[in-house]
């Protein structure tokens, strides 16, 4: 794991408060949302454009109807 990987997946692990959160919207790169999709078990929805960085949800399994 790379050192820009660790840092995304340590504002992963804070931003999904270690597991008890589910769903977030997050504004984050297209590169660092493919990683996440890639990484774990989730489905990354792209939200809207927001400059460099755009908004996604980013959804756990077990967190959808």
């Known amino acids: 794991m790379t050192e ?5 997946d340590k504002m992963l ?6 597991g008890g959160i ?3 919207e997050l ?5 660092e949302a493919g990683w996440v999709a890639a990484h774990y078990p989730v489905r990354v929805v792209l939200l809207g454009p927001g400059g460099d960085k755009n908004w996604y949800e980013i959804i756990f399994q077990g967190a959808e109807p």
């Open 4 to 8: 820009r990987e660790a840092r995304l």
């Open 13 to 18: 692990s804070e931003a999904f408060d270690g």
């Open 22 to 24: 589910r769903r977030r």
């Open 27 to 31: 504004r984050i790169t297209p590169e």
